[in-house]
């Protein structure tokens, strides 16, 4: 499974203040993710492979008070940190081909820089980040069965490209092992290092290393 990042654009968000045990909190509000088109990255969504995606979530997460989101993409995980949550999604739902979704932005530190931002005017979207794999036909990238929704981030530039981050991701597998998901890379190079002699460690490190920058061309 790899990860994958799509975005929404500005247009399609609201941002509301509602009142919540007496105190004011800020919220924003669209359709936070899209099937059955092809979406700027090249992929299609099928709507069965989204609905099912969203249900895991909701139930997983949304539900359980759980689904936390980060400012902007780390470049290569696919689970949200929680010393990084900049706002928790309490309402997400297929309607039509459409996910829709609320998120109230979170008192933290990561929150009160969206608050800013937000309350001085600047736009900002939304992406999802999942773990999925691919099937290429017809020009375009199928999301498969296996697609898990891992987390929507807030961004500052959703349609913007970021070619070298997902090129990074796209280069990289993930696989669950002991209750989290570890890339599958890491633990290739691990078990190689483990095996090899110290006279050779450093030609297997460089290999290592060139096979990885071959991965992200």
């Known amino acids: 499974?790899?990860?994958?990042?799509?975005s929404t654009?500005?247009?399609?968000?609201?941002?509301?203040t509602e009142e919540r045990n007496g105190k004011k909190e800020l919220y924003i509000e669209g359709i936070f993710a899209q099937s059955e088109l092809r979406n700027k990255n090249?992929?299609?969504?099928?709507?069965?492979?989204?609905?099912a995606a969203v249900n895991k979530y909701c139930d997983e997460w949304v539900n359980?008070?759980?689904?936390?989101g980060e400012l902007s993409h780390p470049e290569n995980r696919p689970m949200?940190?929680?010393?990084?949550?900049?706002h928790l999604i309490t309402n997400f739902a297929m309607d039509?081909?459409?996910?829709l979704g609320k998120a109230r932005i979170l008192n933290t530190p990561q929150g009160q820089i969206v608050k800013g931002l937000l309350e001085g005017g600047v736009q900002l979207g939304v992406s999802t980040r999942g773990l999925g794999s691919l099937v290429e036909r017809n020009g375009a990238k199928y999301v498969q069965n296996d697609f898990l929704l891992t987390a929507v981030d807030i961004v500052s530039d959703p349609s913007g490209p970021d070619a070298w981050v997902d090129a990074i991701n796209e280069g990289k597998e993930w696989v669950y092992l002991d209750g989290k998901y570890v890339e599958r890379d890491i633990l290739e190079t691990r078990e190689l290092i483990r095996k090899?002699?110290?006279k050779n460690l450093e030609e297997v490190a460089?290999?290592?290393?060139?096979?990885?920058?071959l991965k992200i061309r």
């Open 1 to 6: 499974m790899i990860v994958l990042k799509e």
């Open 9 to 16: 654009d500005f247009q399609n968000f609201q941002i509301l």
């Open 42 to 51: 090249g992929r299609f969504y099928p709507k069965q492979v989204m609905e």
């Open 64 to 68: 359980k008070n759980r689904a936390m």
């Open 80 to 86: 949200v940190k929680p010393e990084l949550a900049s």
């Open 96 to 99: 039509g081909n459409n996910v």
């Open 196 to 198: 090899t002699s110290v």
């Open 206 to 213: 460089l290999n290592r290393f060139r096979d990885f920058l």
